[in-house]
C-alpha cells in the first residue's frame, strides 16, 4: 500500500455567517492548500470532495463545486457523510496507488438554512419523523445516556465547558470566542434535558482543503518536504437505533479508533500527543474520553468543535489542526514536540458513525 | 443610478413533496395501530425481535420471519423533555421517550403524557431510564405513530 503525505493545508477563516458563496470559499481554501504544498492545480490527477447537500441548499452540488475546488477536467469523486470520511477516500484513493496528488476538501455554511430542519429530513418517515427527532433530540437522549453512565452534574458540565473556550480561546484559526462562566452555563435553558444551549458547540460557516500525495509524487519532486504522513485510518457505522444499547456503547467509535491505531502501529491513547475531537456537545467530549482512554491533557488542544464548528466540516478542521500540530506549526496553541496527533470526525444521530485519522510528523 | 449597498444574500425556499412506501413492514404495524395491538418481527435465526418492526435483521442480515405482538407495557431506556426548537406534532414542550415493551429487544419512541412538565429537573426524573411506562390507544386512530403513546404505570 502506497504511503499517503499531507503536503499542505488551507483553510477560509470561519464566521457565524459567510457572505461568501460556496464556490468563493472552496477556491479560496483550495488555493490556499496548494500555495501551502507548494502544487500547483495542474499537477493533480484527483479531487475529492466533501460536502452535505442539503446544507449546500442544492442537490449534487460537485456539479457547481468541482472546478472551484480544483478539478476541472480531473477525475472528481464526492462522499456526504462528513468530511472526514472525505479525508478518508482521498487517503484510499492513494494508498492504491491509482493515484498521487490530489485536493481534499470539505465546505459547510452552517448559517445557510434550518439545520434541525435538515436533520429532521434524515428522521425515517414512519416511527421518529412524527415525533420531531432531529439532531439536538438525538443528542439529548445521548446526553442522558452519558450522565448517567458517567455521574456528571450541572457542575463537572460547566467546568469541562470552560475548559473547552479557553482551549479554543488562542486559537487564532478559530472563532475565539468568549469563554462563558460556571454560571452562565448552568443557567442557561435546556434545549432538550439534560442538554442545554451552552452545552453545545456554536455552529459556524468554514472550509478547509488538504493536498496528499504519495511516495511517488514526492520522488518526483524532491524539494517538497510533507507534513506529516497519515500513518492509519479508521471508521465505523452503527445501528440506526437509540435505544440505551446503542447510546451507551459507543461501538462505532471504538471499533474507528481501533482501526486507525491499529493501522498507525499505536497501541492507545497514550502513545499519541493530542487527539482532536469532533464534539458536537460537551456530553460528546466526557464519552469519547472516557470511550477511548483519552487523557485531559489530550485533548483538543485547538479547542476542538468549541474554536470552530461548521457542523459537516468539522471533522477535517480537526484534521487540519492535528497536521498543523505534528508539524509544528498550530501557533499559539502548538504541544511542544506534538509528533503523533489522531483527528475525528462524526456523523448521524448521536453519533452514528465515527472516522478517526492519524498522523504522523517527521521525527525530530 | 448605482447602488447604494451591495446586494448580499437571495433568499429561496424548495418545497417538494414526498409517497414513502411503507413496505412490506410498517404497513403492516400501522394497521395494527388501528386494531389497537403493537407489532414486532423476529428474526429466528438471532432471536431477536424488532420494534419498530423491520423486515430483516442487522445481525444476522436474514429476513425477520415471524410477527409477535409487543406487551402493551415496558421500560424507559432513553428519554428527554424538549424544551425548544422542536417541530414534532405537538408544542414544546414535550416529553419523548425510547421504550422497550415487554417481549421484544429493542426500543420504540413516542410521547409521554401526563408528565408534569412545570419543573424539568422534577419532570427529568420522573421518566429517567428504567421507569415502567404503558401503551395507551388514541380513541381515533388513523394508522400513524401518533395512534399511541406511553402513560407512567
Redesign the interface.
Known amino acids: 500500500m502506497m504511503n499517503v503525505h499531507v503536503l499542505g493545508v488551507g483553510q477560509v477563516e470561519p464566521t457565524f455567517q459567510s457572505?461568501l458563496r460556496l464556490e468563493e470559499m472552496a477556491y479560496r481554501a483550495c488555493s490556499a492548500a496548494l500555495k501551502d504544498a507548494c502544487v500547483s492545480r495542474g499537477e493533480l490527477d484527483h479531487v475529492t470532495l466533501a460536502a452535505c447537500d442539503e446544507l449546500d441548499?442544492r442537490p449534487i452540488s460537485s456539479m457547481l463545486m468541482t472546478a472551484p475546488s480544483g478539478g476541472y477536467l480531473t477525475d472528481e469523486i464526492k462522499v456526504t457523510d462528513n468530511s472526514a470520511m472525505g479525508l478518508v477516500l482521498g487517503h484510499a484513493r492513494i494508498a492504491s496507488g491509482d493515484f498521487d496528488i490530489g485536493l481534499v476538501v470539505s465546505w459547510c455554511k452552517s448559517s445557510k438554512t434550518d439545520i434541525?430542519?435538515v436533520m429532521?429530513m434524515r428522521a425515517d418517515?414512519?416511527?421518529?419523523r412524527?415525533?420531531?427527532?432531529?439532531g439536538?433530540?438525538a443528542d439529548?437522549?445521548f446526553a442522558?445516556?452519558v450522565a448517567?453512565r458517567h455521574g456528571i452534574d450541572d457542575e463537572g458540565l460547566a467546568r469541562r465547558v470552560g475548559v473547552a473556550y479557553r482551549r479554543a480561546s488562542t486559537n487564532p484559526r478559530g472563532m475565539r470566542h468568549a469563554v462563558p462562566t460556571a454560571a452562565q452555563v448552568t443557567s442557561s435553558?435546556?434545549?432538550?434535558?439534560?442538554?442545554r444551549?451552552s452545552h453545545l458547540a456554536p455552529a459556524t460557516d468554514g472550509a478547509v482543503a488538504m493536498v496528499l500525495a504519495s511516495d511517488r509524487y514526492l520522488r518526483t519532486r524532491p524539494e517538497i518536504r510533507p507534513l506529516c504522513r497519515v500513518a492509519g485510518v479508521g471508521w465505523n457505522s452503527d445501528?440506526y437505533?437509540?435505544?440505551?444499547?446503542r447510546?451507551g456503547a459507543m461501538r462505532s467509535a471504538r471499533r474507528a479508533w481501533d482501526q486507525a491505531l491499529a493501522a498507525a502501529g499505536v497501541a492507545s491513547a497514550r502513545d499519541l500527543d493530542l487527539v482532536e475531537l469532533d464534539t458536537p456537545t460537551i456530553f460528546h467530549e466526557v464519552a469519547y474520553q472516557e470511550a477511548l482512554g483519552i487523557a485531559d491533557s489530550q485533548v483538543s488542544p485547538s479547542g476542538g468543535s468549541f474554536a470552530q464548528n461548521p457542523v459537516f466540516c468539522t471533522g477535517i478542521v480537526n484534521a487540519m489542526e492535528a497536521v498543523l500540530q505534528v508539524s509544528g506549526r498550530a501557533g499559539p496553541n502548538q504541544r511542544v514536540g506534538a509528533r503523533r496527533a489522531a483527528a475525528h470526525g462524526c456523523h448521524g444521530y448521536a453519533q452514528q458513525g465515527n472516522v478517526f485519522v492519524v498522523f504522523e510528523g517527521a521525527s525530530k | 443610478m448605482q447602488p447604494t449597498m451591495e446586494q448580499?444574500y437571495i433568499d429561496?425556499e424548495?418545497t417538494l413533496r414526498?409517497r414513502?412506501s411503507?413496505g412490506e413492514v410498517?404497513g403492516k404495524f400501522?394497521n395494527g395501530l388501528r386494531e389497537g395491538e403493537i407489532l414486532a418481527t423476529r428474526c429466528s435465526k438471532s432471536g431477536l425481535t424488532y420494534l419498530?418492526p423491520r423486515s430483516y435483521c442487522?445481525r444476522s442480515f436474514e429476513r425477520c420471519d415471524e410477527w409477535v405482538r409487543a406487551g402493551l407495557e415496558g421500560v424507559i431506556?432513553?428519554?428527554?423533555?424538549?424544551?425548544?426548537?422542536?417541530?414534532?406534532?405537538?408544542p414544546a414542550p414535550?416529553a419523548?421517550a425510547?421504550v422497550?415493551l415487554d417481549g421484544v429487544d429493542?426500543?420504540?419512541?413516542?410521547?409521554i403524557d401526563g408528565v408534569e412538565l412545570s419543573d424539568?429537573d422534577i419532570?427529568?426524573k420522573t421518566i429517567?431510564?428504567g421507569t415502567r411506562v404503558r401503551v395507551v390507544f388514541a380513541a381515533k386512530r388513523e394508522g400513524?405513530?401518533?395512534d399511541f403513546s406511553f402513560l407512567l404505570v
Request: charged share 25%; proline share 6%; net charge negative.
Open positions: 457572505g441548499g434541525d430542519a429532521r418517515p414512519f416511527y421518529v412524527p415525533m420531531g427527532m432531529d439536538r433530540v439529548a437522549l442522558q445516556s448517567k435553558g435546556f434545549e432538550a434535558t439534560p442538554l444551549g445501528s437505533r437509540l435505544d440505551s444499547e447510546l | 448580499e429561496d424548495i414526498y414513502y411503507l410498517a400501522m419498530p442487522e431506556e432513553a428519554s428527554t423533555i424538549v424544551v425548544r426548537g422542536f417541530e414534532g406534532k405537538r414535550v419523548i425510547y422497550r429493542s426500543a420504540i419512541a413516542n410521547y424539568l419532570a427529568m429517567e431510564p400513524r405513530m401518533t
